[in-house]
């Protein structure tokens, strides 16, 4: 087999990191996830009565915090594949691509916590 690449690629080892396909299908499945359960939050959140209660009481039924919590956990992982491909892609220093990477990463983390923390809170009634 012919390497196509140059000899200054394969002098610092550039290349394939044999990572973009699997990074391409999470990002795909993860929207396909998340497909029925926004169509699912709309729809439910549209027929409700607009009151706390009612809203409360709806997020304490247990499968509807379990959703509610998968949909919090599926959207934040699907935003955090996503930002990386846009930060990879237009970040050209690799020590600011490297700070927004973290940064990125560890704002979808809070966020996602700060959100499935307040579902179970409904939830459990705290």
């Known amino acids: 087999m012919t390497d196509l690449r140059s000899p200054l690629?394969?002098?610092k080892g550039l290349g394939s990191a044999k990572d973009g396909t699997?990074?391409?299908w999470r990002q795909r499945l993860t929207s396909l996830l998340m497909?029925?359960?926004v169509l699912w939050v709309g729809f439910s959140l549209a027929a409700?009565?607009?009151d706390h209660a009612t809203l409360t009481g709806w997020i304490q039924q247990t499968w509807v915090t379990v959703a509610l919590t998968?949909?919090?956990i599926v959207t934040f992982y699907?935003?955090?594949?996503g930002l990386q491909v846009i930060i990879e892609d237009y970040v050209s220093s690799h020590s600011r691509r490297t700070a927004i990477l973290l940064?990125?990463?560890l704002a979808c983390l809070l966020l996602g916590?700060?959100?499935v923390v307040s579902v179970l809170k409904i939830s459990f009634g705290a």
Do not use: D, K, M, Y
Request: proline share 8%; charged share 5%.
């Open 48 to 50: 409700l009565p607009v």
């Open 22 to 24: 699997s990074h391409f």
């Open 103 to 105: 940064l990125s990463n």
């Open 113 to 115: 916590t700060i959100g």
């Open 70 to 72: 998968l949909l919090i």
């Open 9 to 11: 690629s394969r002098v």
């Open 35 to 37: 497909i029925p359960l």
């Open 78 to 81: 699907h935003a955090q594949l």
